[in-house]
C-alpha cells in the first residue's frame, strides 16, 4: 500500500481508536520506564553482589594463608617436642 493510501487510511481512524492507540502508547511508554528502573535496580544490586564477592574472596585468601602458616608452625612445635620427648629418653636411659 502506497504511504499516501496509509495516511488516509490512518486519517479515517475514529476518535475512540486514537485515544485506544494513544493509551497503547503511554501504557508502552510506563512500561518501558518500569523496565528501565528495574534494570538500574538490578545492575545496582549486581554491582554489589560482585563487591561482596570481590571481598570474600579477599577473605578466603587471607584465611587461607593463615591455615597454610598454622600447619608450618605445628609442624614445628611437633618437631620440636618429639626432640625433646628423644632427649628425655637418652637422660632417663642414661640413668
Known amino acids: 500500500?502506497?504511504?499516501k493510501a496509509e495516511r488516509?487510511?490512518?486519517a479515517e481512524g475514529s476518535?475512540?481508536?486514537f485515544a485506544?492507540?494513544?493509551e497503547k502508547i503511554y501504557r508502552t511508554i510506563e512500561l518501558l520506564k518500569n523496565a528501565r528502573e528495574a534494570k538500574a535496580a538490578v545492575e545496582r544490586d549486581l554491582s554489589r553482589v560482585r563487591e561482596q564477592l570481590e571481598s570474600r574472596e579477599e577473605e578466603v585468601e587471607g584465611l587461607k594463608s593463615e591455615v597454610i602458616a598454622l600447619k608450618r608452625e605445628?609442624?614445628?612445635v611437633?618437631?620440636?617436642i618429639e626432640k625433646m620427648l628423644g632427649q628425655?629418653?637418652?637422660i632417663i636411659a642414661a640413668h
Open 15 to 17: 476518535p475512540t481508536e
Open 1 to 3: 500500500m502506497p504511504v
Open 8 to 10: 488516509d487510511v490512518a
Open 88 to 90: 628425655m629418653d637418652t
Open 78 to 80: 611437633k618437631s620440636r
Open 74 to 76: 605445628r609442624e614445628e
Open 20 to 22: 485506544s492507540l494513544e
